[in-house]
C-alpha cells in the first residue's frame, strides 16, 4: 500500500511539472491572452497623445521591426520582441489602414537581411550572454523604424538598440517622433555679475531665459539646457533639483573653479596676484558625480593675454595661468562637431576623475579638454604674487580642464564641466584670436540635436522623491521594519503557550534550575568577555587564516622595537567624522604599534591643525543620518626619531591591511632621510597617423593628442610613500638618482628616453614596463551592413629593439586566450556622416584573464595575487642563446594557459575565424605574459645612419646587475582598468614598484594582503555540466539516500 501511495505521488509530481512546462510554452508561442493594466503604465498601452497622433495620420505610417529570434535573445531581453509586437499591433487596431507595421529578423536572410537593414540605418548591437556557466557576447537585431508613406527615406525615423530600459517609455517616444512640428532648444543661465554678454550668443539658437539657481535651488523644466557657471550656493536641495533635471534627459553645463585671482599695479607698474578662494560651494557641486576640483594652481606655456579687471579698469594681462586651449587639446568624439578654436582657462582648477565614483553616480566621462604636456603646478599662493613668483618648479601631467559625463541611463542628460568659467565672461568670450562664440555654437549643435530634444520632451513617469525624515521618523520607521513583525511573532507564541497549557506563575523545578544555572552562566560570560576585551587576555588574538595575514609580521615588530627612540602620532579626523573601515585601520595601526613597544599619541585634527602638519584629507565613503555621503577625512600616522620625521599620509580601509608594509617602508625613509623617487614616463594615447590624417588633417582640423590615463597610478603610488617624479615623453629627462623608473607603454620615438633608461639599468637601476603592442578598435560600418569588424589600432610600440640586445622580444601579434574576460568598449557607428560611440559589452579571447594557476607562487611580485586581465596583451619571447651570451637571467611571472593561439597582423580587419579556438593551432604551451630580467644590461647610444635611421649602439657600461620587469599590457593600469572589480591590477604595480625599491623582503611584505578574489581557468563544458549537477543535485540526492537508508532501516525493525 505504502509502494503505490509513492508511486502515486511520484507520478503525479511529473504530471505537475510536465503541465507547468506544457503551460509555460504555449504562453512563450501564443503570448497572455488575458492582461489588464489598471495603471495604464504597461509598455503596450497607447498614451492619450500617441492616440491622438494616430488619428491625425497624414498619408499613413509603416513600421519595421528588425529584432533576433528570441532563442538568440539574451534571457534579460527576451521580453523585448513580445512587448514592442504588441505595442505595434496596439497601434495597427487604433490607426486601421493608416498604419501597418512587420517584423523582419535580418539573420535569417543572412547578407541580404543585414544589407536591407543597414540601408535602413539599422546596425546590430552587442550585449553580454551566459552560455554554459561562460561568459560569451551575442550579436542582435533590436531597432524600429517608421516610415510615412510617399516620404524619403532619409526622412524615416529610427529608435536603435531598443532595450529593456527603452520599453517603459516606447509609447511616448514614438507619439514625440510623430509630432509634426521641429522641436527649438531652449536656455537657461544662472551666473553671477559679469556674463551680460551670454545671452547674446545663446539667443541666435532659442530662447534664453535668465534663473538664479543659487538663491532658488530650482530649474525651470521647460528649458532644454543650463548653463551654470560660478555656483555660489550648493546645498542638498540645489543637488536634487540638479539630479532630477538630468534625469528628466536635459543637458547641464556647469562652469567653476575652487579660486579666482585679483589683480593689482603697483607704483612700478607690475601687476601683481592674489589668489582667493571661492568657497566649497563648486566642491560640493561636482563631488556626488565623481569629480574633485584641485586647489593648484596650474600654468601652461600655451597661455594668452586676457582681458581682466586691474584696478577697476579692463586691461590686457599675460601670467601663465592664462591658459589658452587649442583644438589638438580637445577630444570633442562625443559631440557632433569636432573642436574648433581657442578657448580661455584662468586659473582653472584641474578636474581629477575617479572612475569608480564616476560609475556609481551612474556616468561614463570623458575628457573633452587638457593642458598640453608642458604644463606646471604649485600650491596656491597666501599672499600677493607676480611673474617672477611663477617658476616651473613641478612640471605635472595633462590636467583635465573640460570633462562630458554621459548617463548610463538612455534617457537621462548629459553633464558638462569645465574647470574655470572665463571662456564665457565678459570681453573674453567676444574676444579676438579665440573661438568662445564657436564653441557655445557647437554646444548648441551638439545638446540641441533634434533626436536628444525629442527625447526629452517624452513624458516619463518618474516615481516622487520621498520627503526627508527626521531623526525620530528615521527611528519609528527602522524600529518598525526591523524589530514590529517578530514582536508579533513573540506575541503570537506567547498567546498559544499561555492558551495550550496557561500561565505557570510557580516554575516548575527545571526551570527553576535553568535559572540558576542562567544566573551563574551570565555574569561568568561577561567576566570572561571583559577579560578578553578591556582585561589581562585584552592583547590575545586568533588568526585563522592559513597565511597568518591577521597577525603583523616578525620581522617588522622585531624592527620596529629595534629602532631606538622612535615615536608615533596617530593623527585622525574627529572620533564623529571617521567612517568604520577608516577606524579599523586605525585601530589596527595602534594595535601594532603597541606590540612593538612604541610610544603612539593620538591627535584630533581639523582644517586649521592639519595645514601645521602639512597632511591631506582624502575623501571617504561614510553613512550619516541613513544616506551614504562623501567627506574628507584626516587619517595619518607619523613616525619620528628624533629629528627625523616621515608620514604615512593614508590609513584607511585601502592602505590598512598593509600597514605592516608602510610601516617597514616609513623606517627605511627614516634611515636615509628622503622617500623613495620613482620615475614615471607614461604616454599619451592618441590616434594613428592614419586615423589622424583621414579624419583630421585632411578637413583642416588638429587631432586630439590624448589625455594622462595613469593619473590613479601615480595617486596611488604617493599613498604608499613614494616620491613620484613625472617625466613628459616630449621632453624627457630622467632625473639622477631614482630608485626605480615606472614607464608606460613606450611609444615611436622614445629615443631620448630608452638611451637614459638604458644608463639607469646599466648602472645597477630597477626599471618597470608596461607595453603592448595594439588597441583593438570596434567598428561598424553602414556598407557592410553594420558588421561588427575589429582593428587593432598600432600602438607603436618601440621598446623591442633594445629588448632584442638581450635576447628577449615582445612578438608584434593578436593574442587569445581560452581563459577570457567580458567589458564594455566603445563601438565606432559609422550611421551618418557625424560618427557614433556606442558602448557595447564584449567577451572575445582577446581580453586574456590571467588566474593564480599561471603565476609564479615563488616570486614576491605575484605571490598570492588575484586575478588580472590583459587588455589587448601580448606574449613575449625568448632567445635562449642570446640572452646566454649576455648573462640575462629570465623568471617568468606570469604565463597564458595552454590554450593560447594567435594572429600575425599585418593590416586590414581582423578575420572573423580568428576568434574560434577550434579554427587555430594553438601556441607551444603556456606564453609569458609577465617576465623579470636581472641582467648587466647594455647602455646604449643612438646613432643616426642612412639605411635604419637611428640605431641603437651599446656601450661600456657598469658592470652591475640591474633588474627590468616586463608586463605585457599597458592597458590594465589605466585610470578606468586599475581599480576593475574582481582583478588586483593595483596590487600588482605596488608589488612590482615594491620590490623594484625596495628589494623582495619588502615586497613581499607588500604582498600579503591582496585582497582580490582568485579565479581559475576556464574548464570545457562537460566539466562544467558535472560540476553544476554536484551543487545543485549533490544535497538533494545525499538526502535522498538518507531517506532511503533510513526507510530500509525501519523495514529491517519492522520484520525482526
Not at 587569445?816 to 560618427?835: C, I, P, Y
Amino acid at each position: 500500500m505504502k509502494r503505490l501511495y509513492l508511486l502515486q505521488a511520484t507520478a503525479a509530481a511529473f504530471l505537475l511539472l510536465g503541465l507547468v512546462i506544457f503551460a509555460g510554452r504555449l504562453t512563450q508561442l501564443a503570448g497572455p491572452v488575458l492582461w489588464v493594466d489598471v495603471a495604464g503604465r504597461h509598455p503596450a498601452t497607447l498614451s492619450t497623445q500617441l492616440v491622438q497622433q494616430l488619428r491625425q495620420l497624414d498619408g499613413g505610417l509603416d513600421a519595421t521591426l528588425f529584432v533576433s529570434h528570441r532563442s538568440r535573445m539574451p534571457s534579460h531581453l527576451q521580453d523585448v520582441e513580445e512587448t514592442t509586437r504588441a505595442l505595434l499591433a496596439a497601434m495597427a487596431d487604433e490607426a486601421g489602414d493608416a498604419f501597418s507595421y512587420r517584423v523582419i529578423d535580418p539573420d535569417r536572410s543572412g547578407l541580404a537581411g543585414a544589407r536591407y537593414a543597414a540601408a535602413r540605418r539599422v546596425s546590430p548591437i552587442r550585449v553580454r550572454r551566459i552560455v554554459d556557466d561562460a561568459e560569451s557576447q551575442a550579436e542582435i537585431w533590436s531597432s524600429l523604424v517608421f516610415a510615412r508613406r510617399g516620404r524619403r527615406r532619409r526622412d524615416d525615423v529610427l529608435i536603435q538598440g531598443i532595450e529593456n530600459a527603452h520599453l517603459p517609455h516606447l509609447g511616448s517616444l514614438v507619439a514625440a517622433h510623430l509630432r509634426a512640428d521641429t522641436p527649438q532648444a531652449s536656455f537657461a543661465l544662472s551666473a553671477p555679475p559679469g556674463f551680460e554678454e551670454m545671452p547674446r550668443y545663446l539667443s541666435q539658437h532659442g530662447p534664453v531665459i535668465e534663473v538664479n539657481v543659487d538663491a532658488t535651488a530650482a530649474i525651470p523644466h521647460d528649458v532644454d539646457i543650463l548653463f551654470w557657471l560660478e555656483p555660489g550656493n550648493v546645498t542638498p536641495r540645489h543637488l536634487a533639483a540638479l539630479r532630477r533635471f538630468l534625469a528628466s534627459g536635459r543637458t547641464v553645463v556647469v562652469a567653476g573653479s575652487p579660486h579666482r585671482v585679483r589683480y593689482r599695479r603697483t607704483e612700478s607698474g607690475e601687476v601683481r596676484f592674489r589668489a582667493e578662494s571661492t568657497g566649497g560651494a563648486w566642491e560640493r557641486l561636482l563631488e556626488p558625480f565623481g569629480l574633485r576640483p584641485l586647489p593648484d594652481l596650474v600654468m601652461d606655456r600655451n597661455a594668452a593675454a586676457a582681458p581682466v579687471v586691474v584696478d577697476g579698469e579692463w586691461q590686457q594681462v599675460e601670467a601663465p595661468f592664462h591658459l589658452r586651449n587649442l583644438p589638438a587639446f580637445r577630444d570633442f568624439r562625443p559631440f557632433r562637431t569636432p573642436a574648433r578654436g581657442g578657448l580661455s582657462f584662468i586659473a582653472p582648477g584641474p578636474l581629477q576623475i575617479d572612475p569608480q565614483r564616476v560609475s556609481a553616480a551612474g556616468y561614463e566621462a570623458h575628457v573633452a579638454a587638457t593642458t598640453t604636456e608642458r604644463a606646471w603646478v604649485r600650491d596656491l599662493p597666501t599672499t600677493d604674487f607676480g611673474l617672477a613668483d611663477l617658476g616651473t618648479d613641478l612640471i605635472a601631467p595633462k590636467q583635465n580642464l573640460m570633462v562630458l559625463l554621459t548617463p548610463q541611463d538612455p534617457w537621462a542628460g548629459q553633464l558638462l564641466v569645465l574647470a574655470a568659467a572665463s571662456a564665457f565672461r565678459n570681453g573674453i568670450v567676444s574676444q579676438a584670436g579665440f573661438g568662445h562664440g564657436v564653441f557655445l555654437a557647437d554646444l548648441a549643435r551638439s545638446f540641441a540635436d533634434p533626436e536628444r530634444l525629442v527625447r526629452q520632451r517624452v513624458e516619463r513617469h518618474v516615481p516622487p522623491t520621498l520627503p526627508a525624515l527626521s531623526d525620530s521618523g528615521r527611528i519609528g520607521w527602522r524600529f518598525l521594519v526591523v524589530a514590529f513583525v517578530p514582536i508579533l511573532w513573540l506575541l503570537a507564541a506567547a498567546r498559544r503557550l499561555a492558551g495550550d497549557s496557561g500561565l505557570r506563575w510557580r516554575p516548575s523545578a527545571r526551570t527553576q534550575d535553568r535559572r540558576l544555572w542562567a544566573s551563574i552562566g551570565i555574569p561568568l560570560g561577561g567576566l570572561v568577555l571583559w577579560f578578553v576585551i578591556r582585561g589581562p587576555l585584552e592583547g590575545i588574538r586568533l588568526d585563522a587564516t592559513a597565511a597568518g595575514l591577521h597577525t603583523a609580521a616578525p620581522e617588522v615588530l622585531d624592527e620596529l622595537e629595534q629602532t631606538g627612540g622612535l615615536q608615533a602620532q596617530l593623527l585622525l579626523s574627529p572620533a564623529s567624522q571617521v567612517p568604520a573601515d577608516v577606524r579599523d585601520a586605525a585601530r589596527r595601526t595602534a594595535d601594532l604599534l603597541d606590540d612593538a613597544g612604541v610610544p603612539l599619541e593620538v591627535q584630533r585634527l581639523d582644517e586649521d591643525t592639519a595645514e601645521a602638519h602639512n597632511i591631506s584629507p582624502f575623501e571617504v565613503e561614510r553613512v550619516r543620518h541613513d544616506t551614504s555621503v562623501t567627506t574628507r577625512v584626516y587619517s595619518a600616522l607619523r613616525l619620528t626619531r628624533g629629528t627625523a620625521a616621515t608620514v604615512i599620509p593614508r590609513i584607511d580601509g585601502q592602505t590598512g591591511p598593509h600597514i605592516d608594509f608602510l610601516l617597514a617602508a616609513a623606517l627605511r625613509r627614516l634611515e636615509r632621510g628622503a622617500r623613495p623617487v620613482v620615475t614615471v614616463v607614461s604616454d599619451l594615447p592618441r590616434l594613428s597617423p592614419a586615423e589622424a590624417l583621414e579624419d583630421y588633417q585632411k578637413k583642416g582640423l588638429s587631432a586630439p593628442q590624448g589625455v594622462d590615463v595613469y593619473s590613479r597610478a601615480k595617486g596611488l603610488l604617493g599613498d604608499y610613500g613614494y616620491d613620484v617624479r613625472h617625466v613628459s615623453p616630449r621632453d624627457p629627462v630622467l632625473p639622477a638618482g631614482s630608485d626605480a623608473v615606472l614607464w608606460f607603454q613606450p611609444r615611436r620615438n622614445s629615443t631620448p628616453v630608452l638611451t637614459q633608461l638604458s644608463q639607469h639599468l646599466g648602472d645597477g637601476g630597477r626599471a618597470i614596463i608596461a607595453l603592448q603592442h595594439f588597441n583593438i578598435q570596434q567598428r561598424q560600418y553602414r556598407g557592410t551592413g553594420f558588421e561588427t569588424v575589429h582593428w587593432p589600432q598600432p600602438q607603436f610600440q618601440d621598446f623591442d629593439r633594445y629588448l632584442r640586445l638581450v635576447g628577449v622580444e615582445q612578438v608584434r601579434e593578436v593574442l587569445f586566450d581560452r581563459t577570457r574576460h567580458h567589458m564594455e568598449l566603445n563601438t565606432q557607428v559609422n550611421r551618418t556622416a557625424v560618427r557614433e560611440y556606442d558602448a557595447q559589452r564584449v567577451a572575445l579571447p582577446f581580453l586574456i584573464r590571467a588566474v593564480g594557476a599561471n603565476f609564479a607562487a615563488n616570486s614576491p611580485v605575484t605571490s598570492g595575487l588575484g586575478d588580472l586581465l590583459f587588455v589587448w596583451g601580448n606574449r613575449f619571447r625568448f632567445d635562449q642563446t642570446a640572452m646566454q651570451s649576455a648573462g640575462v637571467t629570465a623568471q617568468v611571472l606570469v604565463t597564458t594557459t595552454a590554450n593560447a593561439w594567435a594572429y600575425d597582423w599585418s593590416g586590414g580587419w581582423l578575420p572573423e575565424q580568428v576568434f574560434d579556438e577550434d579554427a587555430n593551432p594553438h601556441l607551444d604551451g603556456p606564453q609569458a605574459l609577465a617576465v623579470a630580467l636581472e641582467a648587466r644590461f647594455p647602455v646604449v647610444e643612438a646613432v643616426r645612419t642612412e639605411e635604419a635611421g637611428t640605431e641603437l649602439v651599446p656601450q661600456d657600461g657598469s658592470g652591475d646587475r640591474g633588474w627590468l620587469l616586463l608586463i605585457g599590457s599597458s592597458e590594465m593600469f589605466k585610470d578606468g582598468q586599475l581599480f576593475s572589480d574582481g582583478f588586483a591590477h593595483e596590487q600588482l604595480l605596488l608589488n612590482a614598484v615594491a620590490r623594484a625599491v625596495y628589494g623582495p623582503q619588502l615586497a613581499a611584505l607588500q604582498a600579503r594582503h591582496s585582497q582580490a578574489p582568485r579565479g581559475f581557468a576556464v574548464v570545457d563544458s562537460t566539466t562544467r555540466s558535472t560540476w553544476r549537477a554536484a551543487v545543485i543535485g549533490g544535497g538533494p540526492f545525499l538526502l535522498g539516500l538518507f531517506a532511503t537508508w533510513r526507510l530500509r532501516r525501519q523495514r529491517r525493525r519492522g520484520m525482526a
